[in-house]
């Protein structure tokens, strides 16, 4: 069974940091590119990060490039996602997936296994 199970969100201050995991389990993980999106209340959906499947590729979208930074341990099955600098432009619901392909498609719908999401609230 495909599974991605993200952790580490919750509620942080502006300004502040939180650091962001996705854990996979049901299919070779070093195999796949890795994304992570967001979707704010009453938003659309946003890609925030991307990484190839051996980590060497990265992309950031505009709105939080230079504050987040987006790694994967594949020893360990596992992407993160560091958020420094965090606004309330951040607060939304954060999902990671997984495309079966080594390099970044900024495309949301080539990736195929999802997660549910954590929830990241920044707010004083």
């Known amino acids: 069974e495909v599974r991605l199970v993200e952790s580490g969100g919750g509620s942080v201050e502006p300004g502040g940091s939180l650091n962001l995991s996705c854990t996979a389990s049901g299919f070779t993980f070093g195999h796949y590119a890795m994304i992570w999106v967001r979707q704010a209340p009453g938003k659309g959906r946003e890609l925030v990060s991307a990484i190839s499947s051996g980590g060497s590729l990265v992309y950031y979208g505009d709105s939080v490039k230079g504050r987040f930074t987006v790694s994967r341990d594949n020893a360990k099955n596992t992407v993160y996602l560091q958020m420094n600098s965090v606004t309330p432009e951040d607060t939304a619901v954060y999902c990671c997936?997984?495309?079966?392909?080594?390099?970044?498609?900024?495309?949301?719908?080539?990736?195929?296994?999802w997660g549910q999401g954590t929830q990241v609230t920044v707010s004083s």
């Open positions: 997936a997984a495309g079966p392909f080594r390099g970044v498609y900024v495309r949301a719908n080539h990736y195929d296994y």
